[in-house]
């Protein structure tokens, strides 16, 4: 066997005992491997609501909008026809329309004002006809009112607004019809941004109008003197008390001393919040249709909820199960 050159067995013992070092460390910890945070444990809400009953399906499926009134009857607006039920759900009458509904609202007096296109048709409280309102003055469809003890507000919805985006106007109409000043909204053309073309309309004590405003993602105040004195709300995919999509919020009613019940959709859900935007309870998005383009909401005196699937035409009645 030939003899190794010196350099070349220094280099040989170099490495064997390199590797003798190697072998004998040892092995490295595994690296952990990455996981996604857990999500954020549920939100306790104070208050809760039950389903307790469902009523319909009505008007084929064709269900507009619904309001209560003083009485604790519940009226319901299809296309053409208008339906009164008590607080169990029974019929107590039918009215027909001569043009279809695009929204509905009790004022205190008990008279009833079912918004059309171009105009709003005036009932007593037995649904008899008693004046047709705004023809001349408005040109597009009234997708909500708010009736006052002196005024009405309106939601007229109109094409296009500069940003290329459907907006409405909130008119205000006497009693008698005559118009008065437009509401300026939080826009600088003073419109509602409304996306998917809805939006709605509440009036409280001292003549506070309330509006939801879907290209804020929020729920807004004016007071009488058209000044916004309030808003609250959102954006949000998480966090439970915003709102979700391009379009929401969608529709609201007063449910209670300084509570309101506001719906969105996709997914479908009302959520019930106190005066200064803080969430109280949600509901949803079962037992309501997963496509379900408006969620419409009435309150009862007693606190119970009413509300109106347009996508079924059913109306589910939500009780409340617990206070704050």
Not at 5 to 18: D, F, S, W
Not at 114 to 122: A, K, W
Not at 148 to 169: F, I
């Amino acid at each position: 066997m030939p003899r190794m050159a010196p350099l070349a067995l220094a280099l040989v013992i170099a490495a064997m005992a390199a590797l003798a070092v190697v072998s004998s460390m040892p092995p490295r910890p595994a690296r952990p491997t990455a996981t996604a945070p857990a999500p954020p444990p549920a939100q306790e809400l104070p208050m809760q609501y039950t389903l307790t009953a469902t009523y319909g399906p009505f008007f084929d499926g064709g269900l507009v909008a619904l309001a209560t009134d003083a009485q604790g009857r519940l009226w319901l607006a299809g296309e053409q026809e208008l339906r009164v039920l008590d607080a169990a759900g029974q019929p107590l009458a039918r009215h027909r329309l001569d043009r279809p509904a695009r929204s509905l609202a009790v004022g205190p007096d008990g008279r009833v004002y079912v918004g059309q296109d171009g105009r709003v048709r005036v009932l007593g409280p037995a649904g008899q006809p008693v004046a047709t309102l705004g023809e001349g003055v408005l040109t597009g469809p009234v997708t909500a009112v708010a009736a006052g003890p002196d005024a009405l507000w309106l939601a007229e919805g109109s094409g296009s607004a500069p940003a290329a985006l459907p907006h409405h106007r909130v008119r205000r109409l006497s009693l008698a019809g005559q118009p008065g000043a437009d509401l300026h909204a939080s826009t600088r053309d003073g419109s509602v941004r409304t996306p998917s073309g809805s939006m709605d309309l509440a009036l409280t004590a001292g003549g506070v109008l309330w509006l939801t405003h879907p290209g804020k993602h929020r729920v807004e105040a004016y007071g009488p003197e058209g000044r916004l004195v309030r808003s609250w709300g959102r954006f949000s995919q998480t966090d439970p008390a915003g709102f979700t999509g391009c379009c929401n919020p969608q529709r609201l009613s007063p449910a209670g001393p300084g509570r309101w019940a506001v719906t969105q959709k996709a997914p479908p859900m009302v959520k019930l919040f106190d005066a200064e935007g803080n969430l109280l309870a949600d509901i949803g998005p079962e037992p309501f249709a997963p496509a379900c383009p408006i969620l419409d909401v009435a309150a009862g005196a007693d606190g119970t909820l009413y509300v109106a699937d347009t996508a079924t035409g059913k109306v589910h009645r939500f009780e409340p199960a617990g206070e704050p």
